[in-house]
């Protein structure tokens, strides 16, 4: 178990990269402590793969360094790394069994035919596969075979961290619920790093206990989940995360104050700097309500989602998404719209520009 | 009630009148032939299984067997490790696959007589590229004309050149549908080469390996045209392999009962052999 450390790290899968453009991935500075659960949470294409592949070493870095506690492994083998990996499809042995495939990475350091036995069983019961672990691992399903991949990480004791491709792209969707509590519990039991990376929002927020948002290379967002929702940095995160996403509203700034349609709107605290460049209010569906005065607004769809509503308005020619609850209004009938003020928020050039009030 | 639909046969019907006229048929002259005797004139004689006995018992079909068994075995021995070796060093991407993947099939382009027409030469003693520099440059007296020895390295040779780039394309073809995740999964795992030849390349190259054997198995068994160019089955008796033979004993001798027998024996050894190994490589995957 293992800090590590990003340092200033640069790739590009062209050998003389010259625009930014080229870079997979651009400049991440990150820490990881010792023991956390990760996720790494973007698109497809985001670089959050390439990422993965550079910390469990399949990937040398064009520029920069990572650190495990501190010392450089930039350079080391994967197998030096001391690191686990599980992909995206289940990677097995075929022609062993289950009980060798488990003892297969201790085996290849060398280790004890006794030490072997007890860590191969320690583990199968953790993973719920006593039971099979004299059968060909051929055989087995994809999530027991998945499991197994699991298991190969988890088998040596001393791993510095466990990195999961988006483990569950191949699983059953009702497997995949069982599947990631399992992952959780496991956590919790080994305390091993954990680095979870999935596009999928619901399992980066249900395992991770900080969430790294990527896109086009860089990071746009350390947090827990809840302040990924709340306080989205960028319009990116606000997109991506949540369903719907947040709505992002281009407006206009005068005299440090926003204004839609000509209408002001409240924001949740002043804005830092200047409001130039592309200016936008950024405001979560949960937190638009249908009130007897505020904007004018059409509505255009209703969605009802069984828990709640959806509803979509045209607002000035731009669509606003607002979740309600009890009877939504007609489609095409005129309605206002409240924004709550401390959940409103400014972004210029995406970034976001505005500071909570205090008290 | 459950109707079946036997529309399907209307399908298979051209091609079960094909295989009856290309095969069947012939064959079932092949069985008239080998229990009667005849002396032309359409006059046949019932001879029983006499034919079937006397080649079953001949000298001359067994050491014909068992040089026949040699042959297969030492172009299987050295066409599959060579061809998986050589599958292994290809490149799995980038400008030299086509590059490669061409070089390697261009062999097997080329008609069978031709290769037999090609080696003869390439091999004649006094004018012949190799045969040349083998006895003129190193010294060697290599003449398999005159050597039994050097008839065999010959045909083996050939058959080498001619046919291992089946095993390469075969293999190649179960290599590069491994994904790249279990070469690293395997990094991280700390697998030696061999152990990732061992558990993830061959495992996953079984089956068309098996096809590979079993293919080259039937062809090497059955090989005719490019010896026969080669060597004539010479010198002496020493390169005549068991098709050879049989047209030596069908058209040279004009023993037609006992060819008969004797090439339903040779089918049914070569079915035989290609059913038990098929059975036994595939028995794992039923399970």
Redesign the interface.
Known sequence: MAKITLSNLRHSYYPNPSSPSDYALKEIDLDWSDGGAYALLGPSGCGKSTLL?II?G?LVPSEGRILFDGQDVTEL???KRN???V???P?I????SVYDNLA??LR??GRDEDTVRSRVMAIAEMLEVTDMLDQKAAGLSPDNKQKI?MG??LVREDVNVVMFDEPLTVIDPHLKWKLRSKLKELHQRVKATMIYVTHDQTEALTFADQVVVMQLGEVVQIGTPVELFERPAHTFVGHFIGSPGMNVLPCEVSAGQAMLGGQPVALEGPIQGEAKGQTEIGIRPEFVSLAETGLPATVTKVSDLGRHMVVEADLNGTTVSAVINGTPPEKGAQVHLQFRPDQTRLYVDGWIATNPQEG | MKTENNKGWFFVAPVLVLVAFNALIPMMTVVNYSVQETFGDNVFFWQGLDWFQQILRSDRFHSALGRQFLFTFLILIIEIPLGIAIALSMPRKGFWVPVCLVLMALPMLIPWNVVGAMWNIFTLPDIGLLGYFLNHVLGINYDMTQDPLAAWVTIITMDVWHWTSLVVLLSYAGLVSIPDAYYQAAKIDGASNWSVFRYIQLPKMKTVLTIAILLRFMDSFNIYTEPFVLTGGGPGNSTTLLSIDLVKIALGQFDLGPAAAMSLIYFAITLLVSWLFYTLMTKDDLN
Do not use: E, H, K, W
């Not at chain 1, 042995?93 to 062993?96: G, Q, S, V, W």
């Open positions: 592949n469990s399949l083998a994967p197998d690191i686990a990996q992909f995206q499809f990677v042995y075929d022609t062993m297969f990475p290849n350091r991949s190969r990480g």
